[in-house]
């Protein structure tokens, strides 16, 4: 036995004998049906006494569809049926309407209307229609009303072919008695009718008959079609008697979206627009800012490179001395065991923290370990400095962004539930919320980088700006059918959204002492940048340790690069604090320089490092120009449910 398990015909003797026993279940479970011709050999399984359908159609190829069904369910379990209408070939479906009527009164029913796409990526509106009451061996007649409109003429400019019966449906449900009636638009020419299978129909003559309106109307009579078998129609028309359907409601939208971007730039100039940033030239870091708050103050967060130059902002104090012969790993030494009492807590903490009651400690070894005290210290800083801008701009803000974002979802919501009908709600659109978060947060980037030399960042964030919104009109254009929203006015609709997200952060205004604090930060980088070198040469005869003392602010300004170029020519003694067993080789200034660089990377490095456990750092098939059966606009089919 084991042996026999072991082959693959084991397998398929289980699998046939099963498959045996479930056919046997089966056919064990059929009923016959009410129609001798129709054998309950399904669970939902139906078919129409009489199908009834009218195409009132406009010379805009909006046709106006009235569906009279009478429907015989022989299912076992049948409660209802599904229709679903085409709407892959630019084609728009609105105002859904299903009755049931009984002794010629229309009465409400139970329907749902939805969308969706078969395997061949056709896609679909689905009425699903009845209750979920048994309905097995009654007859019911439905009336269904809907608005096709064609947005598009993909079978020719005079030419409109209809699919006015499909052959989607399922293998029992066939049509005892159809009836199609086309009124037509001016300017008709002639008609052609086929009837049949898919590329194995033949041609069926019609009447055409003139209604009170004087407009022609096409009828094919008392028709019986089996399952597989359809009825299209090709109608030609006189040159220019045909246009297409243009649905202007989502563009309404759009102009909302418009008109709120342009209300955030009139805010930004009308109220908005009060502190302009006045740079006061220092020649010092101003009410003698640490850098660690400088780098906060200059662009709205903490970065690691602020955390590292209080290293070398503590040794000019004279706090500490740092030890040079390892260039990746640096020796910093205590001098004082505390900073001063007038030092801001944070600051103490940090130094506190950073020695842990030692003397002497290696940036390696806090790796993993120190990335505690600089959440601590992060913490601190950014509240200490929560109040940066004035709250009713930053709310208004936060507003402005929500709102527009929403429209995103809200359009297709809104033309979903008012042109197709109450009962279909379109809610995945809003998940473009998401993106256009990161869309506002990195605006709110370029502007706080607006005073922070690192052309890098800068760029960053305007590419990933442009980046993510050119993925959000993608995926938007993606996610919300065509059906609902045409492809131009939702890639329209998209860019002035992310458009409008990414400027509502131009209205965020700062405080008072917060313009004043950029101002004299403003003014002390400038000075860095633009100090001439006789200036600094005088500067460096008062104070030879000048160099030094504004370095780190260089440092977190992201202009330590131009602050060492201006020094290229003038005599540099090297720092106080700076200590190495080849004393000679640091007494040139590069050489020095290029130590200190590798240096505070790997201090950077070790300082902020975390274990990738700890989390994030803390900082801051209906084809348009078809001949035959099944290949116009409309048919769609049915199916029992």
């Known amino acids: 036995m084991k042996k026999l398990k072991s082959q693959p015909y084991f397998i398929a003797l289980v699998m046939l004998i099963l498959t045996v026993l479930c056919l046997a279940v089966g056919f064990g479970t059929v009923k016959t049906a009410s129609a001798e011709i129709y054998p309950n050999l399904y669970r939902y399984s139906f078919y129409f006494e009489n199908y009834d359908v009218t195409y009132d159609i406009k010379s805009n190829r909006e046709i106006s569809v009235t569906e009279k069904l009478e429907i015989t369910f022989t299912g076992r379990e049948s409660t209802g049926f599904v229709k679903s209408i085409p709407v892959n070939a630019g084609e728009i479906v609105k105002n859904v309407r299903v009755a049931e009527l009984v002794n010629g009164t229309e009465r409400t029913v139970y329907f749902d209307v939805d969308s969706i ?25 439905y009336l269904i009303n809907y608005d096709y409109c064609l947005t598009k003429a993909q079978e020719g400019a005079n030419i409109l072919y209809l699919n006015a019966i499909g052959v989607d449906r399922e293998s029992y449900c066939d049509i005892k008695s159809a009836t199609v009636t086309l009124i037509l638009p001016d300017g008709y020419l002639s008609g052609k009718c086929v009837v049949g299978k898919v590329l194995s129909e033949t041609e069926e003559s019609f009447s055409t008959s003139q209604n009170g309106d004087g407009r022609t109307v096409l009828t094919l009579n008392n028709k019986p079609l089996a399952y597989n078998e359809g009825v299209t129609f090709k109608l030609t028309f006189e040159e220019g008697a045909l246009t297409t359907y243009f649905d202007i409601t989502p563009y309404w939208f759009i102009i909302v979206v418009a008109v709120i971007l342009l209300l955030v730039i009139a805010l ?37 490179e602020d955390i590292t130059s209080m290293i070398f902002y503590w040794a000019d104090k004279g706090y500490l001395m740092i030890n040079l012969d390892d260039q990746k790993d640096p020796s910093i030494i205590r001098i004082v065991k505390a900073l001063p009492q007038d030092a801001p807590a944070y600051e103490q903490i940090m130094f506190a923290e950073l020695f842990n009651g030692q003397d002497a400690i290696k940036p390696s070894l806090l790796k993993y370990k120190f990335y505690r005290t600089v959440d601590k210290v992060t913490k601190m800083v950014n509240e200490q400095t929560k109040e940066l801008y004035e709250r009713k701009s930053v709310i208004l803000s936060w507003i402005i962004a929500l709102v527009s974002g929403l429209m995103l979802g809200i359009t297709p919501l809104i033309l979903a539930i008012t042109q197709i009908s109450l009962h279909y709600l379109v809610i995945a659109p809003f998940i473009a919320l998401v993106p256009l978060m990161f869309v506002y947060v990195f605006s709110m980037g370029i502007v706080n980088n607006k005073f922070k030399s690192k052309k890098g960042t800068k760029i960053g964030f305007i590419c990933a700006v442009l980046g ?44 008072k002492k917060y313009t004043e604090q950029l101002n004299d930060i403003v003014g002390f980088k400038q000075f860095i940048e633009l100090a001439e070198i006789d200036q600094l040469e005088k500067m460096l005869e008062d104070d030879p340790q000048f160099y030094y003392h504004v370095l780190p602010y260089a440092q977190i300004l992201g202009v330590s690069d131009k602050w060492e170029n201006k020094f290229k020519d003038i005599t540099v003694q090297p720092p106080q604090w700076a200590t190495c067993s080849t004393t000679q080789t640091l007494m040139n200034f590069y050489v020095l320089n290029s130590i200190m660089r590798v240096s505070m990377s790997h201090m950077t490095s070790n300082m902020v490092s975390r274990p990738s456990s700890s989390g994030s750092s803390g900082f801051g098939g209906f084809h348009g120009g078809g001949g035959h059966v099944g290949g116009g606009h409309g048919g769609g089919g049915f199916r029992g449910r």
């Open 468 to 511: 993510i919104s050119a993925l959000t009109t993608l995926f938007y254009t993606l996610l919300v059918p065509s059906f609902i929203i045409g492809v131009i006015p939702k890639i329209l609709l998209c860019l002035v959204t992310c458009a409008t997200v990414a400027s509502s952060v131009i209205i965020i205004t700062r405080t």
């Open 268 to 304: 930004k100039f009308l109220c908005f627009n009060k502190r302009t940033i006045t740079p006061v030239v220092n020649f010092e870091a101003p009410d003698k800012m640490n850098p660690l708050l400088m780098g906060k103050l200059i662009d709205g967060k903490i970065d690691s």
């Open 117 to 141: 796409n078969d395997d061949a990526s056709n896609q679909y509106i689905t009425v699903d229609i009845g209750d979920y009451t048994k309905k097995t061996n009654e007859t019911h007649t």
